[in-house]
């Protein structure tokens, strides 16, 4: 019931925000416009210049993936944000839900909506066919990325405008997910160290659990690393 409580709060603080309440929304905007392009767009593209965009199908639906919970995470960091601006985390945090719990449920609310819109995704757009397991695995390290933003865009800005030009610089990092078609290898190796470059090989390698250890091992480093740095400056 608590949590019921705080996710409605956090409804109406996201509602009475403009921008965030369009950034809330924009991954439906995202699975719908793609979902489009997979039924129409590439057909004709197909058809008219013989360009098979299919080949590319698996960065298409990380991009995707990647969007979407970046989005989500930036939500949350323009949340935090304003409950420091507005000394609300601090009231918080001598609450019996505490610095740890208002972390958790601040976390908690971007990420698991990028759970969801993950699941949706995969199965609207549809462009890939992952077994079940891939998805599931997929969806948890879109929460954790989500999670990841939300902390880089916190402990980055110090108020919502620079938050807004921290978080487009911050949407620079889905170049990575497209690390292997340039064929770089100082690009790739490069990658191997950020979030999205493993979204991609999760995608296209759905099967290996090499790949997903990896995976999700550089998405904990990254949010260990982040909650560290909040709590130390929170001392």
């Given at each position: 019931?608590?949590?019921?409580?705080?996710?409605?709060?956090?409804?109406?603080?996201?509602?009475?925000?403009?921008?965030?309440?369009?950034?809330?929304?924009?991954?439906?905007?995202?699975?719908?416009?793609?979902?489009?392009?997979?039924?129409?767009?590439?057909?004709?593209?197909?058809?008219r210049t013989l360009f098979?965009?299919?080949?590319?199908?698996?960065?298409?639906?990380?991009?995707?993936?990647?969007?979407?919970?970046?989005?989500?995470?930036?939500?949350?960091?323009?949340?935090?944000?304003?409950?420091?601006?507005g000394n609300i985390a601090?009231?918080?945090?001598?609450?019996?839900?505490?610095?740890?719990?208002?972390?958790?449920?601040?976390?908690?609310?971007?990420?698991?909506?990028?759970?969801?819109?993950?699941?949706?995704?995969?199965?609207?757009?549809?462009?890939?066919?992952?077994?079940?397991?891939?998805?599931?695995?997929?969806?948890?390290?879109?929460?954790?990325?989500?999670?990841?933003?939300?902390?880089?865009?916190?402990?980055?800005?110090?108020?919502?405008?620079?938050?807004?030009?921290?978080?487009?610089?911050?949407?620079?990092?889905?170049?990575?997910?497209?690390?292997?078609?340039?064929?770089?290898?100082?690009?790739?190796?490069?990658?191997?160290?950020?979030?999205?470059?493993?979204?991609?090989?999760?995608?296209?390698?759905?099967?290996?659990?090499e790949v997903f250890g990896?995976?999700?091992?550089?998405?904990?480093?990254?949010?260990?690393?982040?909650?560290?740095?909040?709590?130390?400056?929170?001392?």
């Open positions: 019931m608590l949590q019921l409580i705080h996710i409605k709060n956090d409804i109406r603080q996201i509602l009475r925000d403009p921008i965030m309440a369009i950034m809330l929304v924009v991954p439906v905007f995202v699975i719908v416009l793609f979902k489009l392009m997979v039924l129409y767009l590439m057909p004709a593209l197909i058809e098979d965009a299919n080949l590319y199908s698996d960065y298409i639906m990380a991009f995707v993936l990647v969007i979407n919970s970046g989005t989500l995470g930036i939500v949350t960091g323009f949340m935090m944000l304003d409950e420091r601006d601090e009231l918080m945090s001598v609450t019996p839900l505490g610095r740890s719990g208002y972390l958790i449920n601040r976390l908690m609310f971007a990420s698991i909506l990028s759970v969801i819109y993950c699941i949706a995704a995969c199965y609207v757009v549809n462009i890939v066919v992952l077994p079940w397991y891939s998805i599931v695995f997929l969806s948890l390290l879109s929460g954790l990325y989500s999670a990841i933003i939300g902390l880089l865009i916190f402990s980055g800005a110090d108020d919502k405008v620079k938050g807004l030009t921290f978080a487009k610089a911050l949407n620079a990092l889905v170049v990575f997910a497209f690390a292997d078609i340039v064929s770089l290898p100082w690009l790739t190796t490069l990658s191997w160290f950020f979030p999205p470059y493993w979204v991609t090989m999760v995608i296209k390698s759905p099967h290996s659990w990896l995976a999700l091992c550089v998405h904990a480093i990254w949010l260990w690393l982040l909650i560290w740095r909040y709590w130390r400056k929170q001392v």
